[in-house]
């Protein structure tokens, strides 16, 4: 699926400049002329990345990025501001506003090209390794909810991938079975404690080179259960 880019700009020439490279490329462009009618668009439509005219009639660029990265929907998009004038002072504004990367006036379509493919690699880099939580050779994937095991898919039941997950996520800290309960079993009730050390036992099966001496999920005697701080 194609990429879809707004780009926000009152100078219709560059506005179009931008337009028709990017499409040449391969993406699908959106145009607004102000930021009413850009927040208007971005309500409706979903894009991939925005570019984002400092100097705006009605809401100027630099408070619509600022609109836009602080809320949850619109946060994640990417932003390139471009400036108009090479003041330093712009583009340190533009990067304090959160936006991701600028260009300044006049640019070549090679330069805002190549801008635009660094923005969209970075955001896909960070949001797949942002669903990745590891544990030594574990690897917990909090999106498909699958667990490997250098390399090799580990099967667990629901139960067990939240039990992996709770402990794992608070590595280092030891849980109590009435704790754990709280935690993955929440509001089942005559569930007893017990039951913990069952899914726990079941689970080092399926992580565990040796069960009996688990590498992963450590016991605390005594107290519970937890994965080691330094894994
Ligand atoms: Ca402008």
């Known amino acids: 699926m194609k990429t879809k880019i707004l780009v926000i700009e009152d100078e219709r020439d560059i506005s179009e400049l931008v337009a028709y490279n990017l499409g040449k490329e391969g993406f699908?462009?959106?145009a607004s002329a102000n930021g009413e009618d850009?927040?208007?668009t971005i309500r409706k439509e979903k894009f991939g990345l925005?570019?984002?005219d400092?100097?705006?009639p009605g809401i100027q660029g630099m408070e619509l990025c600022k609109i836009l990265k602080?809320?949850?929907e619109t946060s994640s998009i990417p932003i390139i501001m471009l400036t108009a004038k090479s003041e330093e002072l712009d583009k340190v504004l533009g990067l304090e506003m959160g936006a991701d990367d600028y260009i300044t006036k006049p640019f070549s379509p090679r330069e805002l090209i190549a801008r635009v493919k660094a923005?969209?690699?970075r955001g896909h880099e960070k949001t797949a390794a942002d669903k990745i939580i590891k544990a030594g050779d574990l690897e917990i994937n909090t999106d498909t909810y699958q667990v490997s095991r250098r390399g090799t898919p580990v099967k667990l039941s629901a139960t067990e991938f939240k039990l992996l997950l709770f402990l794992v996520k608070r590595?280092?800290?030891v849980f109590d079975r009435d704790m754990?309960?709280?935690a993955v079993w929440k509001d089942e009730t005559y569930v007893e404690p017990r039951t913990v050390d069952v899914h726990i036992r079941r689970l080092r099966e399926q992580i565990e080179d040796d069960p009996s001496n688990p590498v992963y999920i450590r016991t605390r005697r005594g107290i519970g259960y937890y994965v080691d701080g330094d894994l």
Do not use: D, H, T
Request: aromatic residues 0%; positive net charge; hydrophobic residues 60%.
């Open 28 to 30: 699908a462009v959106s």
């Open 38 to 40: 850009a927040l208007k």
């Open 50 to 52: 925005i570019i984002l």
């Open 54 to 56: 400092l100097m705006l």
């Open 70 to 72: 602080s809320s949850v």
């Open 119 to 121: 923005v969209l690699r």
């Open 171 to 173: 590595k280092g800290r």
């Open 180 to 182: 754990l309960l709280n």
